[in-house]
């Protein structure tokens, strides 16, 4: 396919995807996906019937489907994605928000608490539902910045790295993670979006020039995962592990990054990280992008799962936006194929539902679809929906070559 072609792919595809999402996931998510008694959602659909599974809470998934079914809002669904979202937000606020500000790791199905553990990646989330719950609910827009304020103050008083970043627990443990400060980072641009906040904006900057003097490995340009108290890379085999969709995903928030402040060098690092993860972590034979390798790019776990391709519409999406010529027909095709690899997911499940692991021999593991995924896809398909809104850079008022 030439560059046109591309384009109307992803055209139809966007359009594909939108309606798969408002017809056929949301109802389920917002039927099936939630504790009628109480708002709650639930952690995963079994496709078998469909019926629910009532298993605990975890403090990620809350927040992430409280997203989730905003951003379905925003996109066109018409479901009542208001009053869902306030509920579940009550509720999670009520059961998951500790007397220290920060959000506990695991509750009940009836609400009991059953891990008060601290975990930097369940605050990220706390952080990013309540930017697009304030952003959505304007109303209550004052009820929601202040918790997120707080918490904030509560992570630069008690959990911040004496270098930069944040600590994993209190007093300090290893390893470092990078992860949940791609989250924290994807939390506090959201807040730069509707706050006049400065202190959300340098958090911002702390986190990606961490991001790129110290995740970011010098020599090879790839994002490593785990790190010593120096944040050096983990001297054991932690230290070597490469994640291609965070490759992407690092790479898609660092472009956002580079638009805002003006920095050339995020959105080089930005390119290397796309090329890491499309040229090491994609599969030629099931061509989706795996879940691990190692930092040398051999194969670690060859397992795919469906986040990773979300990942790559989006950075793929984000590079072509900012490319011309020949490399915005490269990233246009590797779009495509992204979306064709997340599309495979969906392909063996009824609808609305989901496969999470496709395995080496390709085959889908047998389980139920995780509710986790549904805050990638709404984010992917939101990517996607962006380029040909009006005013997007695939919008035909917007097309350059």
């Known amino acids: 396919m030439d560059q046109d072609a591309h384009i109307a792919w992803l ?14 996931a949301m109802p389920q998510w917002t039927s099936l996906g939630i504790d009628p008694a109480d708002g709650g959602f639930l952690e995963a659909i079994d496709p078998d019937g469909p019926h629910a599974i009532v298993a605990p809470r975890r403090g990620r998934v809350q927040p992430r489907q409280i997203y989730a079914v905003i951003e379905a809002g925003r996109l066109g669904w018409a479901g009542d994605w208001a009053a869902i979202a306030g509920r579940a937000l009550d509720w999670y606020l009520a059961h998951f928000r500790l007397p220290d500000g920060t959000f506990a790791d695991l509750v009940a199905p009836d609400g009991a608490m059953l891990d008060t553990r601290f975990d930097l990646y369940n605050q990220a989330f706390a952080l990013f539902s309540l930017a697009h719950a304030s952003a959505a609910l304007p109303s209550r827009r004052g009820e929601f910045e202040p918790i997120a304020r707080s918490l904030l103050e509560r992570l630069k008083a008690h959990y911040r790295h004496p270098q930069a970043g944040f600590e994993e627990s209190r007093p300090p443990s290893l390893p470092l993670r990078a992860n949940p400060h791609m989250h924290l980072l994807e939390a506090t641009l959201a807040w730069e979006d509707i706050s006049g906040d400065t202190e959300w904006s340098r958090v911002t900057d702390e986190i990606m020039e961490l991001a790129l003097a110290r995740f970011v490995d010098p020599l090879t340009g790839a994002l490593k995962e785990f790190f010593a108290s120096d944040w050096r890379p983990m001297p054991d085999d932690s230290g070597r592990q490469i994640e291609p969709g965070h490759q992407f995903e690092w790479a898609w928030l660092a472009l956002v990054w580079s638009r805002r402040r003006g920095r050339a060098d995020a959105a080089i690092a930005a390119r290397r990280l796309f090329a890491i993860g499309e040229t090491w972590g994609i599969c030629p034979r099931r061509k989706v992008a795996v879940l691990e390798l190692n930092d040398d790019f ?82 992917a398909i939101s990517e996607l929906n962006g380029a040909f809104a009006p005013g997007g850079f695939l919008s035909k008022p917007s097309l350059t070559v």
């Open 11 to 24: 055209r139809a595809a966007s359009e594909r995807c939108t309606r798969w999402l408002s017809d056929d």
């Open 298 to 379: 051999s194969a670690r776990a060859p397992i795919a799962r469906l986040w990773g391709q979300t990942e790559w519409i989006k950075a793929a999406l984000a590079l072509a936006r900012v490319s011309q010529g020949a490399e915005r027909a490269h990233y246009l095709a590797s779009a495509c194929r992204a979306v064709e690899a997340l599309e495979m997911f969906f392909m063996e499940s009824p609808a609305g539902l989901w496969r999470d692991k496709l395995q080496e021999d390709a085959r889908f593991v047998e389980e139920p679809s995780p509710a986790s995924s549904l805050y990638h896809i709404v984010c």
